[in-house]
């Protein structure tokens, strides 16, 4: 394999790298039926999808987070726990089978797209927008820990 980087080391990466170099072999214009774009495509759409899963990960795990520390409900905190540790593991899944995605982490638009679910859910709580924060109150390090949980505003846990 002519790729310094590993499939089962970092997918994504690979992904990445293996469509460069499919894109390089179709410049040289070798002879043969392989529609070369459309597969470098392909590969690079694959690495795509686990970036999306990761995103859509974090997503979960910030809304759930947010619900957490500013709904005055006491309930389903058991279910927004239960997605968070879910999702804090399919976030950890993403990132063990491809590193280099945790460069590609977007935390401010995770956020941005977790806190519009979170206040259309607080809103049945009474809450209103203004108080979900605008920006992210969270680090990646505390999304990411499993061990890490925010502080109820109004005293639950």
């Known amino acids: 394999m002519d790729s310094r980087i590993g499939y089962d080391d970092d997918f994504y990466a690979w992904t990445q790298e293996q469509a ?3 894109r390089e072999a179709a410049r040289e ?11 470098a495509e392909e590969i690079e759409d694959m690495g795509r ?26 309930g389903p905190r058991l279910g927004w726990r239960e997605s968070v540790v879910n999702h ?5 899944d993403e990132i063990d089978a491809s590193p280099s995605l945790r460069r590609k982490i977007d935390l401010a638009r995770a956020h941005r797209d977790a806190r519009r679910l979170a206040v259309l859910g607080l809103a049945q709580d009474g809450m ?3 108080a979900v924060p605008q ?23």
């Open 128 to 130: 209103f927008e203004d």
């Open 20 to 22: 460069r170099l499919l």
């Open 49 to 74: 999808s686990d970036a999306k899963a990761l995103g859509s990960a974090l997503k979960r795990v910030i809304e759930h987070l947010l619900k957490l520390e500013h709904s005055p409900a006491s």
């Open 29 to 39: 214009r070798l002879n043969t039926p392989i529609d070369w774009e459309h597969v």
């Open 135 to 157: 920006d992210c109150p969270y680090t990646l390090e505390q999304v990411l820990d499993h061990d890490w949980w925010p502080t109820n505003r109004h005293g639950l846990e």
């Open 88 to 92: 804090r593991i399919a976030a950890w």
